[in-house]
């Protein structure tokens, strides 16, 4: 995608980094956390939060709900930019959020990968990789940006607004992803890692109790198909390999007898599982 080309940056908007377009790492000392977990704002000048737009009107409520204090506050509002307002430069030479959408993807896939590898060495390869696969998958990423009220700091543009954009699944998933980079270039790897671990500590909680399934991604299905009005998916079984006592299945799932997606595991529930979570990719890439 051609990078978008909106004028020099608004520095007494965008504060502090603007002219790099907020966007330079900084070897910036990672400030110490309060006694109640928040990283406190850097003992630097900061702008004025207020910005003049109504979701901005409180950014520190923001900030208090990720457990972070921003250095450069323009990568937070950056990070919740959609390209529908950056294209009506809502603000003025906005940036949009999907270079850090892309960079924020990469990020939270290592913290993700790093973490379940130190804390669940029991897990096999294939185990780290579908629970990997589940916690940063759209479908549970748009839950976690909800539980965020993400939704409620964006920046859309008109038509988004109109069509109800802050609900849209896809674009809460794509939101966090771009705060995880913005939290990473503010603050380092430390802090994005922190900001991870806190965002997953329920499924990781899960996880260490034993207690952890592959997400339920026929009942999600089941419950999006029924809202749009769909007749319930089919799962039928393709393709048997391997011996009996290490057997591989492959599950095709249909909708109105048309094929939507194929997923593959050592026994039918996690073959029909994986079938389910794909198409709910699927859902949430043609909602976007």
């Known amino acids: 995608m051609a990078a978008l080309s909106l004028g020099p940056p608004n520095t007494a908007l965008y504060g502090r980094g603007a002219a790099h377009g907020g966007l330079a790492p900084h070897a910036t000392p990672l400030r110490r956390r309060s006694p109640g977990g928040r990283i406190p704002p850097a003992e630097v000048p900061r702008r004025n939060t207020t910005i003049s737009l109504p979701m901005f009107a409180n950014i520190d409520r923001l900030e208090e709900t990720l457990s972070y204090s921003f250095r450069q506050p323009s990568l937070l509002v950056r990070a919740l930019t959609h390209s529908s307002a950056a294209n009506e430069r809502r603000p003025p030479h906005a940036r949009d959020n999907e270079q850090l959408e892309f960079l924020g993807d990469s990020i939270l896939g290592f913290c993700t990968s790093d973490l379940l590898f130190r804390k669940y060495t029991g897990l096999s390869e294939g185990e780290l990789s579908k629970v990997r696969a589940h916690l940063v998958s759209s479908a549970n990423l748009s839950k976690l940006a909800r539980q965020l009220d993400l939704g409620d700091f964006l920046v859309l543009g008109k038509g988004e607004e109109k069509t109800g954009g802050r609900k849209k699944l896809a674009l809460l998933a794509d939101a966090l992803e771009a705060v995880v980079a913005a939290i990473y270039l503010d603050g380092g790897l430390s802090a994005a890692q922190s900001f991870v671990t806190k965002i997953l500590e329920p499924d990781l909680a899960a ?72 198409a709910l990719e699927r859902f949430l890439r043609d909602q976007g």
């Open 207 to 278: 996880i260490g109790s034993g207690q952890f399934l592959l997400k339920d991604f026929k009942s999600q299905l089941q419950e999006r198909l029924q809202a749009l009005r769909l007749q319930p998916a089919q799962y039928l079984i393709v393709k048997e390999t391997g011996p009996d006592h290490r057997r591989y299945f492959s599950v095709e799932l249909r909708i109105n007898g048309q094929k939507i997606t194929e997923g593959h595991g050592a026994t039918k529930k996690i073959a029909e599982q994986e079938a389910a979570r794909l």
